[in-house]
Nanobody
Framework: QVRLQESGPGLVKASQTLALTCTVS??????????WSWLRQLPGKGLEWMGT???????TYSPSLKSRISIFEDTAKNQFTLHLRSVTPEDTAIYYC??????????????WGQGTQVTVSS
């Protein structure tokens, strides 16, 4: 059974870069066999898809975040990482990593991490 675990700082200062890593473990899952995504839930709002890294490291990002986001993978460590640049307090959210997301809003995923709270201080 696949397991996803987010890790990274819970507090980031405004204008800095938020960096979160998702470690994938369990069974025979290797990250080069699936697509992997980052999503977030802003306070009082629904889930927001941020971006996906797919086969051979190809990436797709939400248009609203495209200028500030990067996702990359480390296949040797079975990890993928989110960088969100120039954060503001409006980026305060619970951040999730997930596998094989689809649907109209890209929030239907077959496996999820537990989520990690990130607060951006002004």
């Amino acid at each position: 059974q696949v397991r996803l675990q987010e890790s990274g700082p819970g507090l980031v200062k405004a204008s800095q870069t938020l960096a979160l890593t998702c470690t994938v473990s369990g069974g025979s899952t290797t990250i080069d066999h699936y697509t992997w995504s980052w999503l977030r839930q802003l306070p009082g709002k629904g889930l927001e898809w941020m971006g996906t890294i797919g086969y051979s490291g190809s990436t797709t990002y939400s248009p609203s975040l495209k200028s500030r986001i990067s996702i990359f993978e480390d296949t040797a460590k079975n990890q993928f990482t989110l960088h969100l640049r120039s954060v503001t307090p409006e980026d305060t959210a619970i951040y999730y990593c997930a596998r094989a997301c689809g649907g109209a809003r890209m929030v239907q995923c077959d496996s999820w991490g537990q989520g990690t709270q990130v607060t951006v201080s002004s």
